[in-house]
């Protein structure tokens, strides 16, 4: 008992820590596309060109 | 010291560039490469190539010289498409034109890699779109820049159905995450209090793991179940009772049943029913979600949605500015640069003028028009830049009127949406008095605890969350598999009707053919070698944007090297004259019409039966080969009709009727009706309509608008006009009929699993119903037969996604 005394709070920390995981990884994006990476390396690459005049 | 490359421009320090004599002048290079090529294009007597690209630049810069680019800097304008991304960078997404092979690309990169306060730009070759990140800096000199090197730039409309679908599946991944993760939990320690059934666990051991479980059932209605409550309250705000109202109601009568009986230490608790129907409903809407933004991202892909902008001129000198197209008025002069397209009807004011007007008629080939004829909306300039006066702005035009009669035409439709919403608005008040008529006979029994339990339970088992389900996800998983066939569904409905359609009807142009001529046969009458020939007429071609000139270049591409021309004139209306050097001689070649090509012969070559497009080549004295071409039929056409026997096949077209018989006659169409107007086919649907006939119109132009929003189904592809690919129901991705049984066949089955579903809720409600009544059903179980019913409701329409992956 005094084992789950410690433990059941602890999953329930450990839940809502990796809710907020999940809420900051959604919202950065991370499930925007869940297929892209798998076929990035086949697609040929947009040209994308970063000016560093100013940098 | 910097100095240019004289074939690229790159800058190269004097000191290591090479060195080149090209037109008796020493031309400095970059690179090795640079050098070989020029080297080539010297050996070839092809220097003339940096004269007409010095003479092109020249002409480019001189017009962006005059032109107002003020607009692009317009607050107004700016907020249509311009955001601000998250290092406060401004960010837009434009439409650059024309792009027509990688060098473009290259060339965009380069001379936007020269301004300062760009920060970022990327660029999609296929597309055409630009995405542009920058700073300090105005829009309007990156427009005037890159218009200096012959682009234009349009902004691209931000698509709020994309945006709204990304923050859509945005929530509905987040509720799914804390769904399945509360579910998970609470089954883990509910599980052993299931497995207690001899009451050995210590009773604070139970009182934790209860209380664990009213955590994780509290935290996932609090995350995700409050948005529903939330949409439940302002339904019922609006007098409306909607499935949230029942989802929400059973969420909640749950929870306060279990808390009650967890503080009171009475009953069971339903924690775990609450957080597994959390799970399944946010499951259903996160499927239904991620396919909805899978369509709208290929639609955004398809249709690519402007700010579209002309040049007006300014005042009566040749100065011009950006303005958008509710800025036209009646009488303004517009400059039309070769590839745009006319937004509102105009005079010609130019000598001449060469025009796609296939979208508004249908008609394959360009048509020729004089100084002072009437250009309608949709006409796209395949010659040089023209002058035009508007006569009609854009609401007033030919555009504008076919606009408006859609609007007028829309939402005529059955929506099985609609229905299914209507039936379960009908079925909450029933749920309520069931519940209220259990509960009540219970407590005129004398056993009010047996009569909250049993109401508890008929409100469990009559929640229609498997009635709910059942159109959206089977529609849904259709949607997905034609999706995954390269066929896009802009309209449910049409779904609901194909089944039962019995006519369709083409528009001959670009549906059942291809409206891509090729070089189907030619005859050569002169000495000269066949491909020498063939070479020559792609070379006379090579700066034409005629259809006959793309299937020269086609059937002739790779021998023009060979070819040496000079003076070569477009003679509009007529074809191409050219001076051409062979065997040390120079001879006056012309490609066209018999009576442009060798006036004085009575060479006329019989067209050849398949075909009506027949090209001559000749020195003004003889003719030296005639070309025949062909459109052909589009891919899949016979197995279309093999596959459909029982359905009725009409051509409605606006062509000749010589070349509506070729094109049914090959096909084996008996009804087939030629040289119609719009209003003529829009007559012909609603008599076969009033008939009691469902009719399917496929077609591709701005003409066919109107009927096929009149039709039941209406089938485009993606190389239609915007207006059509917006309005139409059903959108091929692939340009191949066959698609048209699979489409038909998806429908069929669809409808059949719809009802084996709906067959299914109504199975279980009914045999449930008078068992929970009863008292022999008690709430959980009802909780696990209600999820095992969306299961199996999810299961069977999880069959529709059968099918070979489309590949673009």
Redesign the interface.
Known sequence: ?EA??IL?PI??MV??L??LI??WA??SGQ??DIEKDAFHSLQ?D??????D??N | MMIDCFHCGQAVDQHRALSIVIDDEPRCMCCAGCLSVAKTISDASLTQYYRLRDNILKQRARLAERSDFSLFDDPAFQTGFMMTDRQGYAEANFIVSPIDCPAC??LI?KQ??K???????????LSGRLHLLWE?ITLSAIAKSLASIGYTLTPEKPNDAIIQS?NS??RA??GL??GI??AM?TM??ALPIYLDTDWVM?S??RL??EA?TL??AL?AIL?VGKDWIISALSDIRSGVLSMNLSLSLAILLLLMASMFNFFNKTGNLYFDSVTMLIAFVALSQWIQARINHQIESLRATVMVQTLPLCLRYIGHDDTTEYVTLPDIQAGDRLNIEPFDSLMVDVKLLSAHASLDEKMRTGENLPVHKQSGDILLAGARNLGEAIDVEVIRPVDQSWMGHVQQMLLGMSDQKPDIIHKTQSIAKWLLPLLLLATGMTYAGWVLAGDSHQAWLSALAVFVVVCPCALALSVPLALSATQTALLTQGIIINQASALETLPSITDIAFDKTGTLTTGELILNTWVNFSHYPDMLLLALAARLNSNSLHPVARAFYNAGSGHEGSVCLDQIINRLGKGIEAVWHVDKQSITVRLGALDFVAPDTDCRQAPDHRNDYTVYLGNHEEVLAVFHFDDPLREGCHQMLLDNQDKHYHILSGDHQHTVDMVADALGIVDRQARLLPEDKLHIIQSWQKAGKKVMMVGDGLNDSLVMAAADVSVSFSDAANLTKNQVDILFLKDSLSLMTRLITQATQTFDIIYQNVGWAILYHVLMLPLAVLGYVTPWLAGIGMAVSSMIVCLNSAKLLKGNQWKP
């Open positions: 008992m789950l005394m059941v999953s329930l839940t809502v990796i809710i999940g809420y959604n919202r499930y925007d040929n947009d040209v994308v060109v970063k000016n005049h100013n | 690309v290259w990169e936007l890699m301004m300062k306060g760009i920060r970022k730009c990327t660029i999609d070759y300090d990304k599946l945005k991944t987040f995450f804390v993760l509360c939990q883990m320690f210590q604070e051991t934790f793991f664990a955590c994780f935290l995350i």
